[in-house]
């Protein structure tokens, strides 16, 4: 059984970072989908990055490329999101997502992922 378990978040000022964990305690990581999506207050939720074919190959939404790095480690059935000079916009729930079933497609589209976790929490104070 899948569980997705987010860790990571906090507060912190602009241009600091923080790194999040989804950890899946009952799937082994290898060539479906992981992604990671935040949502802001009154906002609807926004893709922010994606991880496939084992993790060779991520995607990223325009707002976070060149800050943020997605990353796996399959030893660990641990995707990592690193978060690099920090934006007051950033500040979010952020959850990870995995879509597990076939065909294994990826991207930003959130109905394509079968598990959430129950996010965790982002501030970034200006």
């Known amino acids: 059984r899948v569980q997705l378990v987010e860790s990571g978040g906090g507060s912190v000022q602009a241009g600091g970072s923080l790194r999040l964990s989804c950890v899946d305690s009952g799937y082994t990581y290898s060539g479906e989908c992981v992604g990671w999506f935040r949502q802001a207050p009154g906002k609807g939720r926004e893709a922010v990055a994606a991880?496939?074919?084992?993790?060779?190959?991520?995607i990223y939404a325009d707002s976070v490329k060149g800050r943020f790095t997605i990353s796996q480690d399959n030893a660990k059935n641990t995707v990592y999101l690193q978060m690099n000079s920090l934006k007051p916009e950033d500040a979010a729930m952020y959850y990870c997502a995995a879509r597990t079933m076939s065909p294994i497609v990826c991207g930003p589209d959130e109905r394509w992922y079968n598990y959430w976790g129950q996010g965790t929490q982002v501030t970034v104070s200006s």
């Open positions: 991880i496939y074919n084992g993790g060779s190959s991520t």
